[in-house]
């Protein structure tokens, strides 16, 4: 079987993901598990010391740089409550809908210090309610789409983002409906 990120190709047999146990070939699995570090801690600027969700990594990647559009949910463009949404159904399987605000009231809040990868990051900019949402990779970096850089990875520590994070968030295990 082949396991590969984009530009990274690895030949195995035996291993079904690397992100699950290996049955026949560990060596195999954690070259998989390493090359994929490695390619997204130079795609993304920063060093990467485990990826829990390699489709979180590949999904981010394709949709960097996208541009902000209010409402949207497309390649053309789309805003952050969509793109978290995007993501959340691309990795987890699990459909979100809704504003930020809205989106936040389906989480366990959380403090910064217990942001684990594929939680939630939750910003409160406009009057003080929670009007931006991304989704925490690791290291303090979150990936998100911004109104005037689209979809971006930045960090919890910019002055801009420590000023309005308001709280992290991990869904709920039975959301409501």
Same mark, same amino acid.
Request: charged share 25%.
């Given at each position: 079987?082949?396991?590969?990120?984009?530009?990274?190709?690895?030949?195995?047999?035996?291993?079904?993901?690397?992100?699950?146990?290996? =049955?026949?070939?560990? =060596?195999?699995?954690?070259?998989?598990?390493?090359?994929?570090?490695?390619? #997204?801690?130079?795609?993304?600027?920063?060093?990467?010391?485990?990826?829990?969700?390699?489709?979180?990594? &590949?999904?981010?990647?394709?949709? *960097?740089?996208?541009?902000?559009? #209010?409402?949207?949910?497309?390649?053309?463009?789309? @805003?952050?409550? @969509?793109?978290?949404?995007?993501?959340?159904? =691309?990795?987890?399987?699990? &459909?979100?809908?809704?504003?930020? @605000?809205?989106?936040?009231?389906?989480?366990?809040?959380? /403090?910064?210090?217990?942001?684990?990868?594929?939680?939630?990051?939750?910003? &409160?900019?406009?009057?003080?309610?929670?009007?931006?949402?991304?989704?925490?990779?690791?290291?303090?970096?979150?990936?998100?789409?911004?109104?005037?850089?689209?979809?971006?990875? =930045?960090? *919890? @520590? /910019?002055?801009?983002?420590?000023?309005?994070?308001?709280?992290?968030?991990?869904? &709920? /295990? /039975?959301?409501?409906?």
């Amino acid at each position: 079987m082949r396991l590969g990120v984009p530009g990274i190709l690895i030949t195995c047999i035996g291993v079904q993901a690397f992100s699950q146990p290996a =049955s026949k070939d560990t =060596s195999c699995t954690m070259l998989a598990r390493d090359s994929a570090i490695t390619h #997204y801690s130079e795609v993304f600027g920063f060093s990467i010391d485990n990826i829990e969700n390699l489709t979180l990594y &590949k999904t981010v990647e394709n949709w *960097l740089l996208t541009p902000y559009c #209010y409402a949207g949910r497309g390649k053309d463009g789309i @805003d952050c409550s @969509d793109f978290t949404a995007v993501l959340y159904d =691309s990795a987890y399987g699990i &459909k979100l809908q809704g504003g930020a @605000d809205f989106i936040f009231k389906k989480n366990i809040p959380l /403090e910064k210090e217990d942001l684990r990868e594929g939680d939630m990051v939750f910003f &409160k900019i406009k009057n003080n309610t929670i009007s931006h949402v991304g989704v925490y990779l690791t290291k303090n970096k979150f990936a998100h789409a911004t109104v005037k850089a689209g979809v971006i990875i =930045s960090d *919890l @520590d /910019e002055p801009y983002y420590r000023k309005y994070f308001y709280k992290g968030g991990r869904l &709920k /295990e /039975e959301p409501e409906k």
